[in-house]
């Protein structure tokens, strides 16, 4: 059984960093991305990255500012997020078993973890 986990998330204030992780048990993805849903917005893409992380794709809003990155040996993808905006809030989710920017095309999905940037 496949299962991600999230953890890194937290209360930063505008301007500061966070990394996320997404440790995976269960079997390995070639790719995996990270989402975020904002309260009363649709999930939306953030990072991808393919298995040798030569391949990453951002989406236009965090480009320069994260970095996806991942450790296959420990099984584990990492959000690096600097220069922190309020407009970063939301619930971020990690994500396998799919490919490109939707959602709809992953099948499995961590539980989320709260990001919360304070002006």
């Known amino acids: 059984q496949v299962q991600l986990v999230e953890s890194g998330g937290g209360l930063v204030q505008a301007g500061g960093s966070l990394r996320l992780s997404c440790a995976a048990s269960?079997?390995?993805?070639?790719?995996m991305g990270w989402f975020r849903q904002a309260l009363g917005l649709e999930r939306e893409f953030v990072a991808s990255?393919?298995?040798?992380?030569?391949?990453?794709y951002y989406a236009d809003s965090v480009k320069d500012r994260f970095t996806i990155s991942r450790d296959n040996a420990k099984n584990t993808v990492y959000l690096q997020m600097n220069s922190l905006k309020p407009e970063d809030t939301a619930v971020y989710y990690c994500?396998?078993?799919?490919?490109?920017?939707?959602?709809?095309?992953?099948?499995?999905w961590g539980q989320g973890t709260q990001v919360t940037v304070s002006s």
């Open positions: 990255i393919n298995w040798t992380g030569g391949s990453t």
């Open positions: 994500a396998a078993g799919g490919w490109g920017t939707e959602s709809t095309t992953y099948s499995y």
């Open positions: 269960g079997r390995t993805y070639s790719t």
